[in-house]
């Protein structure tokens, strides 16, 4: 069983930065491949980042591609998500999510296991 906290979140203005932290425990971090996804009001959830057990590669979703960068600490078993250059559509409830099974995946239903999320909302 692995449990997931997310912190970081806020209200930020547009142009603005947030780092998002993702804390696990109950299962071996770097057996894990990370992702981030988000999800707003009335909106499905979206795939965010990824990156795989190692840290060594990284996956972006095109809206947050060169704005966003997705890292891992396995020694501090955490994930985290620099924004920067935040807009408002970029308001949304935030989760980081484990995937057990593949190096990397963009698709929810690969994740096992799930934060509560953190709320991020960017004023314009």
């Known amino acids: 069983q692995v449990q997931l906290v997310e912190s970081g979140g806020g209200l930020v203005q547009a142009g603005g930065s947030l780092r998002l932290s993702c804390a696990a425990s109950?299962?071996?971090?770097?057996?894990?491949?990370m992702g981030w996804f988000r999800q707003a009001p009335g909106k499905e959830r979206e795939f965010v980042a990824a990156i795989n057990r190692s840290g060594g590669r990284t996956y972006y979703a095109d809206s947050v591609k060169g704005r966003f960068t997705i890292s891992r600490d396995n020694a501090k078993n955490t994930v985290y998500l620099q924004m920067n250059s935040l807009k408002p559509e970029d308001t949304a409830k935030y989760y980081c999510a484990a995937n057990q099974e593949y190096s990397h995946s963009t698709e929810f239903r690969h994740y096992n296991y799930w934060g509560q999320g953190t709320q991020v909302t960017v004023s314009s």
């Open positions: 109950g299962r071996t971090f770097s057996s894990d491949a």
